[in-house]
Structures are given as structure tokens and as C-alpha cells.
């Protein structure tokens, strides 16, 4: 009988060690320890032994199931140990991979452009300044000098939130309130650029977006004069567009300036001599500025007897478009990585 006991233990062992998975592990404990197994059986001849026997049987029939016991718990360990290493090199992520196709992706070429603009201007000694996109009605309108029901607010189709008092809060129509946002914020000398999202209630064509970018501009200081301001769009025409190209101010009108003038530069493509992209006039329309004005600058808490200052605002995504030839500015929001890809 114990030459049997020695042999079922050992085979015992041989299946516990040979189990690949937890799962399989636990049938063969089952099958070894269980009330069906060749070890029960023996318990059960036990009792047909004569008793001096029977205690030196019980005792060695305990020790083999001890012994298949400890073998299970240790088999039991390093299959959980196994499966946990497996599982933490299945879920691992190599959080440093690089990926090559498609390439990496790029700034967009509305921001790229209000970069260099920044660059260019910053390098003029100017400051970068934001204001919010939903404005209200005074910074938008009647602190740049369009009282309520001023015929002039017509030249910007808005877009009204609805919120608060009907008509007090909108998307602003242009970067201007920003003139007067940094105004109450900082006492002269002011050199500010503002570039951000501008929105007009416009069917988009493809020279109009109903959301575009403009950068604003506003110098405000001890005897700032025309000439300062058209030497100023001269430097950054210069800057920006390169030497050989120049600019021309043109009488305007808007209410927050006066005087008020457009401001063209040399069409970069023919440079001057005429073409289909500047309509054969040599010039480009670029934007509006002026010389800021007084009630404007009281609006700021400015006061204008000792203080004067230009301002000067033009669309960014339109420059783009001009500088690369872009046909329809609608594609500067679709998305399209064809489009976006060239720049
Ligand atoms: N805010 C004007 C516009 O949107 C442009 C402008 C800015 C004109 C500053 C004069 C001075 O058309």
C-alpha cells in the first residue's frame, strides 16, 4: 500500500508541475484532492487496517496529501506570477513610440501668418495684447463712437448673443474694442498689436468668411502724428513683404478714426505694374486706420488734449490669400489636408 501511496504522489506532483494554466491547475486539483481521488480512496481502505496499522497509514496518507498540497500552491504561484507578466507586456504602451507616416502636422496658415505679423511688429517695439471674442455692445460700438442706432454700425453685420438685454452682447465684428480694452487697462505709452477671431453676419464667398482674423494696431503717446502712422505702415509693409514693396493711404471714413484712410500696398506680384490679382492698378487694398479719435479716447479714460495715438486693423486670413494667391478663402476652414498640406 505505501509503495501505491508513493507512486500516486508522485505522479500527483508530475501532473501539478505539468499544468500550463491556473485553469488546468485547478481541475487537476480536483482530480487529485478531491472526493473522487486516489488519495480519498485511500482514507477510505484505512479503515480496513488493524489499528496499529491504521495510525502509521493515516499518518503517511496525510503527508502525501500535504506533500501534493505544497506542490499545487507553489505550481499555483508562478502560473499567477507567468500570467501577470504576460499581461502587464500585452497592456504595455510604449508611450515614446514614433509613428512616421503621414508626417507630422504644422501650424495652420491663418496662424503662421498672425506669428510672423506678431514677429514683425514685436520687432517694432510693440506689445501683444487680447480681448475677448464675445463683446459687448459699449467696446464694440458706442465706446468707438457709434451711439446706439448710429447709421454707421451698419458696415458690420452682427451676430447677437442671446444674452442678458436684447442686443448688449455680441461677436465682435473686429479687433477694434480691443483699442479700448487696452486703453482701460494701461496708461500711455501704448504699443499694441491685437490679432484674434473677428465674426460678421455674412454669407461666405470666396472673399468674405462670417469668421475671419484681423490684427489690430494702436499707438498712443506725447505728439503721435499722420506721418507717424504712415511711416509705420511703411516699416511694416517693408518687414513684411520684403524691401522694393511700398504703401499708400487713401481717405476713408470710420467713426472711430479721424481722419480715416485704406491703406494699399505695392501688389507683391506685379509690383506695380498691373495684373489680374490687384485689378491692374499696381496697389492692394489691405485695411482701414486713422488717427484715433478723441471721444474714443475718452471712452479709453484717456485724456486727448495731452495724448494722441493712430490705429490701423486689417484681415490676416486675407493676407495670406494675397500673399498665396489663394482663390477661395472658404478653404481656410474645411480642413481639407490637401489644401492645408501646401503651406
Ligand atoms: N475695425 C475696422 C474694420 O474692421 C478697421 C480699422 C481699424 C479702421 C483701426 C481704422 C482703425 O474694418
Given at each position: 500500500m505505501f509503495d501505491e501511496l508513493e507512486q500516486v504522489t508522485s505522479t500527483g506532483v508530475e501532473r501539478v508541475r505539468a499544468a500550463a494554466t491556473l485553469e488546468e491547475l485547478r481541475s487537476v486539483e480536483q482530480e487529485l484532492l478531491?472526493?473522487?481521488s486516489p488519495l480519498a480512496a485511500f482514507n477510505q481502505r484505512l479503515?480496513?487496517?488493524?489499528t496499529e496499522e491504521r495510525k502509521e497509514a493515516g499518518r503517511r496518507v496525510n503527508e502525501a496529501r500535504t506533500v501534493v498540497q505544497n506542490a499545487i500552491a507553489e505550481r499555483r504561484r508562478s502560473l499567477a506570477a507567468d500570467e501577470r507578466r504576460q499581461r502587464l507586456q500585452a497592456e504595455?504602451?510604449?508611450?515614446?513610440e514614433v509613428i512616421p507616416a503621414p508626417g507630422r502636422g504644422h501650424l495652420h496658415l491663418t496662424t503662421q501668418t498672425r506669428d510672423e505679423l506678431e514677429d514683425v511688429f514685436i520687432g517694432m517695439g510693440y506689445q501683444v495684447a487680447e480681448g475677448p471674442e464675445a463683446e459687448d455692445d459699449w467696446h464694440n460700438f458706442e465706446a468707438l463712437n457709434?451711439?446706439?442706432?448710429?447709421?454707421?454700425?451698419?458696415?458690420w453685420d452682427t451676430f447677437y448673443l442671446?444674452?442678458?438685454?436684447?442686443?448688449?452682447?455680441?461677436?465682435?465684428?473686429?479687433?477694434?474694442p480691443v483699442q479700448v480694452r487696452v486703453m482701460q487697462s494701461q496708461a500711455p505709452p501704448i504699443y499694441i498689436v491685437a490679432p484674434g477671431r473677428v465674426y460678421r453676419y455674412e454669407t461666405p464667398d470666396p472673399r468674405h468668411l462670417a469668421v475671419f482674423h484681423q490684427i489690430e494696431g494702436l499707438v498712443v503717446d506725447k505728439g503721435i502724428s499722420f506721418a507717424d502712422l504712415a511711416g509705420t505702415i511703411e516699416t511694416f509693409t517693408n518687414a513684411y513683404f520684403g524691401p522694393g514693396t511700398h504703401s499708400r493711404l487713401r481717405p476713408s471714413y470710420f467713426?472711430?478714426?479721424?481722419?480715416s484712410a485704406e491703406f494699399e500696398v505695392t501688389c507683391i506680384f506685379c509690383h506695380g505694374d498691373g495684373c489680374r490679382v490687384c485689378s491692374q492698378t499696381g496697389w492692394i487694398e489691405l485695411g482701414g486706420c486713422g488717427m484715433v479719435h478723441p471721444n474714443v479716447l475718452k471712452a479709453g479714460g484717456i485724456d486727448p488734449e495731452e495724448w494722441t495715438g493712430f490705429a490701423f486693423g486689417f484681415g490676416i486670413d486675407r493676407l495670406a490669400q494675397i500673399r498665396h494667391q489663394v482663390?477661395?478663402?472658404?478653404d481656410f476652414l474645411v480642413n481639407d489636408i490637401r489644401f492645408l498640406s501646401q503651406f
Amino acid at each position: 500500500m505505501f509503495d501505491e501511496l508513493e507512486q500516486v504522489t508522485s505522479t500527483g506532483v508530475e501532473r501539478v508541475r505539468a499544468a500550463a494554466t491556473l485553469e488546468e491547475l485547478r481541475s487537476v486539483e480536483q482530480e487529485l484532492l478531491g472526493k473522487k481521488s486516489p488519495l480519498a480512496a485511500f482514507n477510505q481502505r484505512l479503515g480496513a487496517l488493524p489499528t496499529e496499522e491504521r495510525k502509521e497509514a493515516g499518518r503517511r496518507v496525510n503527508e502525501a496529501r500535504t506533500v501534493v498540497q505544497n506542490a499545487i500552491a507553489e505550481r499555483r504561484r508562478s502560473l499567477a506570477a507567468d500570467e501577470r507578466r504576460q499581461r502587464l507586456q500585452a497592456e504595455r504602451l510604449d508611450l515614446t513610440e514614433v509613428i512616421p507616416a503621414p508626417g507630422r502636422g504644422h501650424l495652420h496658415l491663418t496662424t503662421q501668418t498672425r506669428d510672423e505679423l506678431e514677429d514683425v511688429f514685436i520687432g517694432m517695439g510693440y506689445q501683444v495684447a487680447e480681448g475677448p471674442e464675445a463683446e459687448d455692445d459699449w467696446h464694440n460700438f458706442e465706446a468707438l463712437n457709434m451711439p446706439p442706432a448710429h447709421p454707421a454700425r451698419s458696415m458690420w453685420d452682427t451676430f447677437y448673443l442671446d444674452l442678458g438685454e436684447p442686443e448688449t452682447v455680441l461677436l465682435r465684428t473686429h479687433t477694434s474694442p480691443v483699442q479700448v480694452r487696452v486703453m482701460q487697462s494701461q496708461a500711455p505709452p501704448i504699443y499694441i498689436v491685437a490679432p484674434g477671431r473677428v465674426y460678421r453676419y455674412e454669407t461666405p464667398d470666396p472673399r468674405h468668411l462670417a469668421v475671419f482674423h484681423q490684427i489690430e494696431g494702436l499707438v498712443v503717446d506725447k505728439g503721435i502724428s499722420f506721418a507717424d502712422l504712415a511711416g509705420t505702415i511703411e516699416t511694416f509693409t517693408n518687414a513684411y513683404f520684403g524691401p522694393g514693396t511700398h504703401s499708400r493711404l487713401r481717405p476713408s471714413y470710420f467713426p472711430f478714426t479721424e481722419p480715416s484712410a485704406e491703406f494699399e500696398v505695392t501688389c507683391i506680384f506685379c509690383h506695380g505694374d498691373g495684373c489680374r490679382v490687384c485689378s491692374q492698378t499696381g496697389w492692394i487694398e489691405l485695411g482701414g486706420c486713422g488717427m484715433v479719435h478723441p471721444n474714443v479716447l475718452k471712452a479709453g479714460g484717456i485724456d486727448p488734449e495731452e495724448w494722441t495715438g493712430f490705429a490701423f486693423g486689417f484681415g490676416i486670413d486675407r493676407l495670406a490669400q494675397i500673399r498665396h494667391q489663394v482663390d477661395d478663402e472658404r478653404d481656410f476652414l474645411v480642413n481639407d489636408i490637401r489644401f492645408l498640406s501646401q503651406f
